[in-house]
């Protein structure tokens, strides 16, 4: 059993991430003098913020606003997420962000791209890193 608080918290963390991969192990978080931020009464807010209210002031857990989100919580730039149109024909450097399936008749595209920068400045036709789906929920 452990006994040492930062040892812990670092086993906690390392509990709730569940590292695939390279993994930092908790001596060398030790000697890095990381340390686990429990002070995030701020964060949590900005996070709540983001959410609906339902009855009573209940918030649901729900992301409506995805761009809002990571401008306030995860301090992203308004350039950091790129939305993908709908429809149209997509640009060059968008183009492979569209998957046809032609057996199931569907086009598979994302809602919003994340841009993978190389560099302090955005390269003039840049990757994407990631690609974010949004439906918008029935209502019940």
């Not at 950091?80 to 032609?102: F, G, N, Q, Y």
Request: charged share 20%; aromatic share 8%.
């Amino acid at each position: 059993m452990v006994s040492d608080p930062v040892l812990l918290a670092h086993q906690e963390w390392l509990g709730y991430v569940q590292p695939v991969g390279l993994v930092v192990s908790i001596p060398a978080m030790l000697q890095a003098q990381c340390y686990v931020n429990r002070n995030i009464m701020a964060e949590h807010a900005q996070f709540l913020s983001c959410l609906p209210n339902g009855q009573g002031d209940e918030r649901i857990p729900e992301l409506r606003d995805l761009p809002e989100f990571t401008r306030k919580v995860l301090g992203w730039e308004s350039e950091d997420l790129k939305e993908v149109p709908p429809r149209c024909a997509l640009s060059a450097d968008m183009a492979s962000l569209e998957v046809v399936l032609p057996q199931y008749n569907e086009t598979l595209r994302p809602t919003y791209a994340v841009p993978e920068f190389k560099t302090s400045s955005p390269p003039s036709n840049p990757h994407f890193s990631q690609c974010n789906q949004t439906e918008p929920l029935e209502s019940s």
